[in-house]
T-cell receptor
Framework: GAGVSQSPRYKVAKRGQDVALRCDPI?????LFWYQQALGQGPEFLTY????????KSGLPSDRFFAERPEGSVSTLKIQRTQQEDSAVYLC????????????FGPGTRLLVL | DAKTTQPTSMDCAEGRAANLPCNHSTISGNEYVYWYRQIHSQGPQYIIHGLKNNETNEMASLIITEDRKSSTLILPHATLRDTAVYYCIVRVAYAGNMLTFGGGTRLMVKP
């Protein structure tokens, strides 16, 4: 079956531009997570959705980062006024929900801010 | 969630078993041990998880010590495609709980 997909796979932005990154989770998955992975580091949690509700946004680094999942399926991570330190791979993961839910990751979007 | 300690890197000969250790001495009773791997330029891939019993699936085996303070991921017949960074993560299992990745072990499978 189809896994988690993300688009675009690569994004180059000039400093100050706004970007939008899309995540299509596995069909029927209730939980959706966003992670940020800097070069040479492990992924770090950004935010979590249960259906359309954003239940945890404790990992968002600043108010320039905004995520939404309006219909409980596709999610968009938006970064306003991008800065060079935002350059990273942004990973989306979805899970079926439940106690031992396993998170399945997409391929990520590699963002480069010049 | 408890912290884990893994070797930075390991080598393994193709066709041999790869044994990847993980120390999680502060693990609590309701925390599971999860293993993910990340092949270059791909997203992390789930491998296996367990609470206290040993687990096996089509990818690997997970051996957890009786005191649960450490575990070993075993790839029984490593191939070149198993070259990746392997992450051991300890996590309380409830919906919505994030995964906290450490540095992982960079496994290089050599011909």
């Amino acid at each position: 079956g189809a896994g988690v997909s993300q688009s675009p796979r690569y994004k180059v932005a000039k400093r100050g531009q706004d970007v939008a990154l899309r995540c299509d989770p596995i069909s029927g998955h209730v939980s959706l997570f966003w992670y940020q992975q800097a070069l040479g580091q492990g992924p770090e949690f950004l935010t979590y959705f249960q259906n359309e509700a954003q239940l945890d946004k404790s990992g968002l680094p600043s108010d320039r980062f905004f995520a939404e999942r309006p219909e409980g399926s596709v999610s968009t991570l938006k970064i306003q006024r991008t800065q060079q330190e935002d350059s990273a791979v942004y990973l989306c993961a979805s899970a079926s929900g439940g106690v031992q839910e396993t998170q399945y990751f997409g391929p990520g979007t590699r963002l480069l801010v010049l | 969630d408890a912290k884990t300690t893994q070797p930075t890197s390991m080598d393994c000969a193709e066709g041999r078993a790869a044994n990847l250790p993980c120390n999680h001495s502060t693990i609590s009773g309701n925390e599971y041990v999860y293993w993910y791997r990340q092949i270059h330029s791909q997203g992390p891939q789930y491998i296996i998880h367990g609470l206290k019993n040993n687990e096996t699936n089509e990818m690997a085996s997970l051996i957890i010590t009786e005191d649960r303070k450490s575990s070993t991921l075993i790839l029984p017949h490593a191939t070149l495609r198993d070259t990746a960074v392997y992450y051991c993560i300890v996590r309380v299992a409830y919906a919505g709980n994030m995964l906290t990745f450490g540095g992982g072990t960079r496994l290089m499978v050599k011909p």
